[in-house]
């Protein structure tokens, strides 16, 4: 018996594969005491062997996919496998109190971790204390005779089936062999949904059944263009979705025909279109899909992606290499956005109540002025080889945009006095925060540029959590008031002869497009896949009739008027 359901669509196209379960198996173990001191130490031996076999596979596989950088974290896993002292104390408690294994490795590895873990300003052993809980995992998983997975073991196609994705398990994923993502959690402007629409992989999220409802192993369908799941088709029903997925391909194909075009409305209006990267390795997919910029580079991905703050020499080469990539096309630039959702292994944030209003973005990077300075600098010395913008994150008040912008300008000095090379810089903010956009027209007269970023926007004013699908009913990014706020943000900056972006989901969704137009937008940047589907929807388009479009739908009661006025007009 199949039993099929629904979440929501995150990332177009069609997965056909055997499920693969990547969920947290049960590790639990009671404390017992044993006799054989001998065979109980050989356990440990033994494990501890088996947990380095895997971790070398591992290590092979994010080396090949991921580059030799991001595998080192999984060197560091084997020094803690291999380390004589921590196996010797594993042993040592087995013989003082004559534990099983599995309660020496606990008790051992918990100490360590409380250890490591309050030296709170020391940056080194908070990763340390990162690594012994997952190799703490790998170890007992041996002990105990359970499969732990991991998405860097999986070599054949399946559709990863978990409960949540973090945005690191997301960069983790290898396209050749995850043809699609099935999940209990999360929202379409998570960011783990946003990545797979940079990989380009089907994807629905927050069915909230997901790991309940799909067996290990069992084939299964997922429509990232409807949000429906098939678990165990039956013949008719798979080739209903392989015709799907064909279909798919082949408008796929027809979009890419405009590849080298310029996206011009109807009427001959020009917009740009932009992509959003988290990392240098996404610039291929930004080239392909015939993008006119990088409208958004989320910087905070190469912090997430290393084991240790990145220094300067790794940013400026990762910045340099994308402006580069984009030869003299404008490359926005965001400074990292770490907190809400985006954690660093190496560097615990203090636990937070509220994360999501808490202690993240501009506003770490003004408290932590030397983790700034280097990015800044970073930036100034790659901006000498391309068109780069910097953008500064969650801005809420002006103040916070004057001091991110002196910081700004007192490394600019002190690398003109050296005589560093560097271009001419346009310096924005993001408009995601509501305060930010009322007082849009305050902001427009010292900034270079806005950038709007609806997802959160989106989510701080209907306070309604963007990866939480339990409210995602809430999240309506057509309902007339975040529609006022977008219009009101956009006439602010054109009055004072500024530019104005989007680089938030909304920039690529087919409703909002017609309407963003209608406002007079003049960049719109979204995962670099959904670009070439946004020209070909623009092409059509004639401003003067989405200017009527927008000025009703400002004046419309909800989000539901708003998707009926759009679909009467473009039909
Ligand atoms: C683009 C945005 O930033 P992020 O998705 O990284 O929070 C946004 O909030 O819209
Ligand atoms: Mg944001």
Request: charged share 25%; proline share 3%; aromatic share 6%.
């Amino acid at each position: 018996m199949s039993n099929n359901f629904k979440g929501i669509a995150a990332s177009n196209g069609i997965a056909i594969a055997k499920a693969y379960l990547l969920v947290d198996p049960d590790l639990s173990f009671s404390k017992t005491t044993i006799k054989d001191v001998t065979a109980e130490q050989a356990r440990v031996d033994d494990a501890l062997k088996a947990a380095s076999a895997d971790v070398e596979i591992i290590k092979s596989r994010a080396e090949k996919n991921l580059g030799a950088d991001e595998a080192q974290v999984f060197e560091a896993h084997l020094m803690v496998l291999s380390d004589p002292e921590m196996s010797g104390a594993f042993k040592q408690k087995i013989a003082d109190d004559q534990v099983n294994a599995e309660q020496a490795v606990k008790e051992v590895t918990d100490m360590y971790i409380g250890m490591f873990e309050a030296m709170t300003d020391n940056a080194y052993m908070q990763e340390r204390a990162a690594d012994i809980r997952d190799v703490t995992k790998r170890i007992l998983s041996h002990l105990l005779n359970v499969a732990l997975p991991n998405p860097a073991l999986i070599d054949e196609e399946v559709v990863l089936v978990s409960k949540d994705l973090t945005p690191s398990d997301t960069s983790q994923l290898d396209r050749q062999f995850v043809k699609g993502i099935l999940t209990d959690l999360g929202g379409r402007t998570a960011h783990a949904s946003i990545m797979a629409r940079t990989l380009e992989i089907p994807a629905v999220v927050g069915s909230e059944v997901a790991t309940q409802e799909v067996a290990a192993g069992v084939t299964v369908i997922v429509d990232g263009l409807t949000g429906d799941v098939i678990v165990d088709p039956d013949a008719d029903t798979l080739a209903v979705y392989q015709q799907k997925a064909a279909d798919y391909l082949a408008q796929r194909a027809e979009w890419a025909l405009l590849k080298d075009q310029q996206t011009v409305s109807a009427d001959g209006k020009n917009f740009v279109l932009g992509a959003n990267i988290g990392s240098p390795k996404d610039m291929d997919a930004v080239l392909e899909n015939g993008s006119e910029g990088v409208g958004l580079y989320r910087t905070e991905f190469l912090y997430m992606e290393s084991d240790h703050l990145p220094t300067e020499d790794e940013q400026f080469e990762a910045y340099k290499a994308v402006v580069e990539k984009m030869a003299g096309k404008p490359v926005t630039v965001r400074t990292m956005d770490i907190g809400g959702d985006k954690n660093l292994s190496y560097w615990k944030l203090p636990e937070e109540e509220n994360p999501f209003l808490g202690y993240r973005a501009i506003r770490i990077s003004l408290d932590q002025t030397d983790i700034f300075r280097t990015q800044l600098r970073a930036l100034l010395r790659a901006s000498a080889y391309g068109n780069l913008w910097i953008m500064f994150p969650m801005i809420a008040t002006l103040a916070e945009f004057r001091s991110a912008k002196k910081v700004y300008s007192e490394e600019r000095a002190k690398l003109e006095k050296a005589g560093v090379a560097m271009g001419d810089i346009k310096l924005g903010i993001m408009i995601e925060i509501p305060a930010a956009a009322v007082l849009a027209d305050k902001f427009a007269k010292e900034v270079d540029f806005f950038s709007i970023g609806t997802n959160d926007l989106i989510g701080y004013t209907m306070a309604a959590d963007r990866g939480n699908d339990k409210v995602a009913y809430l999240y309506q990014p057509y309902n007339p008031s975040i529609l006022r706020l977008i219009n009101n943000v956009i006439a602010a900056a054109h009055n004072e002869g500024k530019f104005v972006a989007m680089c938030g989901e909304m920039a690529g969704d087919s409703i909002a497009v017609p309407i963003l137009m209608g406002m007079g937008l003049d960049e719109f940047s979204m995962s670099a896949p959904s670009v070439l589907q946004t020209r070909s929807l623009m092409k059509k388009l004639n401003t003067a009739d989405m200017k009527l479009l927008a000025a009703k739908a400002l004046d419309a009661e909800t989000n539901d008027d708003v998707i009926a006025l759009v679909k009467a007009a473009i039909k």
